[in-house]
């Protein structure tokens, strides 16, 4: 099991972008109602309840993803029936963080959800800022908007892949010294420093 995540940067959010990149993660296998019950599901984060799944329309999460009233929508995919993916939705003021936790899938099924968020956003790859896989979660008290936003330091060990626009990288104090593979508009970095 994993207590992993990906994490992806994206300039700009509105409905239309909400709608695109749910259909692109559906068409790669994520789905957003559960395939038994066929309800779309809310998480909800306090502060009268915590983790509760509260039914939901795909256009009512749709629209609460682009009004982001509480900072974030939480709600999920799912691979099938029982396996689901935590899914965040947060507010950047320009743009958004979208967050897919890894946590409690099988290796296979985790590299299911890698692999679809991965395509969908190669799809959307001119809105992308940055990226960050940790599929076993050891840099999880790393403030990664910083990093990958704003070129802060690594101080939380590496994680298995990391995106940053080209600009972020030559400032960075890390990553301007390491060999990464240009994929525009991003420039991508192994787990090991320096490894492209």
Do not use: K
Request: with cysteine; hydrophobic share 40%.
């Amino acid at each position: 099991m994993s207590d992993g995540f990906f994490y992806w940067y994206r300039q700009g959010w509105s409905a239309a972008d909400a709608r695109e990149i749910i259909g692109a993660l559906e068409g790669n296998g994520l789905q957003l109602s559960n395939p038994c019950t066929e309800l779309i599901t809310f998480i909800t984060s306090g502060p009268e309840s915590w983790g509760e799944q509260v039914p939901t329309t795909r256009e009512m999460l749709i629209e609460s993803s682009v009004l982001l009233s509480a900072g974030e929508v939480n709600f999920q995919l799912w691979l099938d029936g029982e396996s689901d993916v935590f899914t965040r939705i947060r507010s950047l003021g320009s743009g958004v963080a979208l967050e897919f936790g890894l946590d409690g899938l099988t290796v296979p099924e985790q590299e299911r959800v890698i692999r679809a968020v991965m395509r969908a956003r190669c799809g959307d790859r001119d809105r992308c800022v940055g990226f960050v896989l940790d599929r076993r979660g050891v840099t999880e008290e790393a403030d990664w908007e910083s990093i990958v936003l704003r070129g802060a330091p690594l101080q939380h060990g590496w994680p298995d892949a990391l995106g940053v626009r080209p600009e972020t990288a030559a400032a960075h104090v890390q990553l301007a010294q390491a060999e990464g593979r240009v994929e525009p508009p991003l420039v991508i970095f192994g787990q090991r420093f320096g490894e492209s």
